[in-house]
């Protein structure tokens, strides 16, 4: 309903929100069509930002500028015809609300396209009243390939043959794949893996993982025992089939390898468990992948998939410490890939090199079972609690949304937008945390506030780790139960245990190795070869325009594609991943687009180390204002 008051005696219109977002999306919708430059760049604020994910530019494009925004949407409107723009029906609907310290008025929106059906969400300033902020796009079906979902499903009757092949005989001859080839072969069964298949089996695409374990689940079931997950059940949710309303906040590990495995059951995924992915080259003239696989029993078999799809977290082999004398050390030396329980260890000594999650994890582990444990520490990490650091998602907990709407939202902002959440939630979990970060601070652990001020979801983004959401380690770090030590006080390893520089030995009876796996550059070289590796780029850590290098969209290598994360970032960027297979695969990318080859964005030397210069977190606190942390995937 339209409102109106008075104002020293002149009358000014007042609108609800819904009809602040409806008048915007109308004057938008006309400028574009028009293709008038100046009335689209007039609805953005000075201050604004837009993220494309496929709807007008077939790949993710972020957009921070009123130029810029302009520029992009009137090349591809010609082709694209976005048309209908409204206040999306059944979701999220215009409402104030607070997004990086910013008042909004936020709303979720819908249009069409030449192609299919999108969704988005809007953010108008209430500073620059009727401007836009924030503004994303992201295509959700393709018409005429719609998802066989809910009202779509089918019925079933052709399962009931009576005489002819049942459900379970159809499923186990589709996965031999003795007639055909798959027009996706993805490396790796895991969560990532798993997901991106059944997005496309939605699509009607034909997928095939390989997985080099026994069973779908171990990747998950064969880390150590006291593994969970460390941000909350509501977060990490599948597509098409959500978790039990009974399972815990904190997902462990073996239950998550259960759930894996009947996941590919329900969803009908063609695994091929406990066969490696060898080497693959890509055939010009064909179009095609040559892609080895090595099966259990040692035979091999060439696929020619027009795809291959990296979901195994672009890992490679354990990264072993180059440290004098470790070789000579009588103890056990493992991996912390290779650690499974703390059990055989009561009564011993044990030495951790490195203090990332796992190494935390295990450190309590250990120490749970009556083992001795010293942590050796080289460089600084973020350490947060768990609690604090939910902050970063918390409308997944807080707001009362559905999932596809937090989705939305929590993928709606470019990078700067990102970071700025970040930097202020940062702020806010070092307060929440002072006396934790404090305690550590006195037992001589070296912390750090991450790349950028942003936390540890910088260090994810950045490093893909470098932190520890605390679930109780530090606390034995800060009474002294568990043990610190420094890299720079290591002199090597003798027989006995380390040997430190003032002449003392640490002795040991197992040194943990939980330094990490072989960089993603390192494994494409060996999978694919030189060429492909130069010609890519960097996979993972953040692009020039913030986005992630080579991950969730085509790469300069045709049919190559890249996926990792947790939960939530495989629920997602499974979507777009499909999406844009299908959308090659339907012909209405009919020539493949060329694509840049990326560049790494240097991010060093913008390090905020807690309490530098002797800066006291309430100081940090004051300096960058207690505001609501946002929210990125």
Same mark, same amino acid.
């Given at each position: ?102 008042? #909004? ?94 997005? %496309? ?61 009947? @996941?590919? #059951? ?16 890509? !055939? ?116 009362? %949304? ?19 959440? @970040? ?65 720079? !006080? ?144």
């Amino acid at each position: 309903m339209q409102h109106s008051r008075i104002n020293g005696g002149a009358l000014i219109e007042e609108l609800t929100e819904f009809e602040q977002v409806e008048r915007w999306l109308a004057d938008f919708e006309a400028a574009l069509i028009s293709g008038d430059r100046a009335k689209l760049e007039a609805l953005f604020g000075q201050d604004c930002h837009w993220r494309d994910l496929l709807a007008f530019t077939w790949t993710v494009t972020p957009s921070d500028s009123r130029e810029a925004i302009a520029s992009t949407l009137l090349r591809e409107q010609p082709r694209v015809q976005a048309r209908d723009f409204k206040v999306a029906e059944g979701h999220a609907q215009p409402r104030r609300a607070k997004r990086t310290g910013m008042e #909004v008025i936020e709303s979720t929106i819908q249009f069409e396209t030449s192609v299919g059906r999108c969704l988005g969400v809007l953010r108008l300033s209430t500073v620059e009243p009727g401007k836009a902020w924030v503004m994303s796009t992201s295509l959700r079906e393709i018409r005429g390939h719609e998802e066989p979902v809910d009202g779509l499903r089918p019925d079933g009757a052709t399962a009931r043959v009576f005489g002819g092949e049942s459900w379970g005989e159809r499923r186990a001859r589709e996965q031999r794949y003795e007639d055909r080839e798959p027009t996706v072969l993805i490396v790796g069964g895991g969560h990532n893996g798993l997901m991106v298949s059944a997005r %496309l089996r939605m699509l009607g695409v034909d997928s095939l993982i390989v997985e080099r374990t026994p069973k779908v689940g171990d990747v998950w079931r064969n880390r150590y025992g006291a593994l969970a997950l460390h941000n909350e059940i509501h977060l990490n949710h599948m597509p098409y089939m959500p978790y039990p309303t009974s399972w815990p906040r904190y997902l462990p590990k073996d239950m998550l390898g259960d759930w894996l495995d009947a @996941y590919a #059951v329900a969803l009908e995924c063609n695994v091929w468990t406990g066969t490696a992915f060898v080497e693959g080259r890509f !055939d010009k003239e064909r179009d095609v992948w040559n892609a080895r696989v090595r099966r259990a029993d040692g035979s091999e078999r060439v696929f020619h998939p027009r795809h291959v799809v990296f979901a195994n977290g672009v890992v490679g082999e354990p990264n072993m410490p180059d440290v004098p004398g470790l070789a000579d050390f009588k103890g056990k030396v493992l991996h912390a890939g290779d650690f499974g329980s703390g059990a055989p260890w009561r009564g011993k000594n044990v030495l951790i090199l490195g203090v990332g999650n796992s190494a935390h994890d295990i450190a309590q582990d250990l120490h749970g079972h009556g083992a001795t444990v010293k942590m050796i520490q080289r460089g600084s990490i973020t350490v947060f609690s768990v609690t604090s650091a939910s902050l970063n998602h918390s409308i997944y907990y807080t707001e009362n %949304l559905s999932i596809d709407d937090c989705d939305l939202i929590a993928t709606s902002s470019t990078f700067p937008v990102q970071l700025r959440g @970040y930097q202020l939630a940062t702020v806010r979990m070092l307060d929440i945390d002072k006396d934790l970060l404090a305690g550590l601070h006195d037992a001589g652990f070296k912390l750090d506030i991450g790349p950028e001020g942003g936390g540890h979801q910088m260090q994810v983004r950045k490093n893909h780790g470098g932190y520890y959401l605390n679930v109780g380690c530090s606390d034995l770090l800060i009474s002294g139960e568990v043990g610190l030590l420094h890299s720079g !006080d290591l002199e090597g390893f003798v027989p006995e245990g380390a040997l430190m520089k003032d002449g003392s030995i640490e002795k040991a009876d197992l040194v943990v190795c939980a330094t990490g796996y072989q960089a993603p550059s390192k494994v494409i070289r060996a999978l694919l070869g030189d060429e492909i590796v130069e010609k890519i780029g960097p996979v993972w850590g953040l692009d020039q325009g913030g986005e992630m290098c080579n991950m969730y969209k085509a790469t300069p290598q045709k049919g190559l594609w890249f996926t990792g994360g947790g939960f939530a970032q495989g629920r997602v960027w499974s979507h777009y991943i499909a999406m844009q297979i299908k959308a090659r695969e339907a012909g209405i990318i009919a020539t493949e687009p060329e694509v840049p080859r990326p560049v790494l964005t240097d991010l060093s030397g913008t390090v905020w180390p807690y309490q530098r210069d002797g800066a006291s977190t309430e100081q940090l606190l004051q300096a960058a204002g207690a505001a609501e942390g946002s929210y990125g995937l």
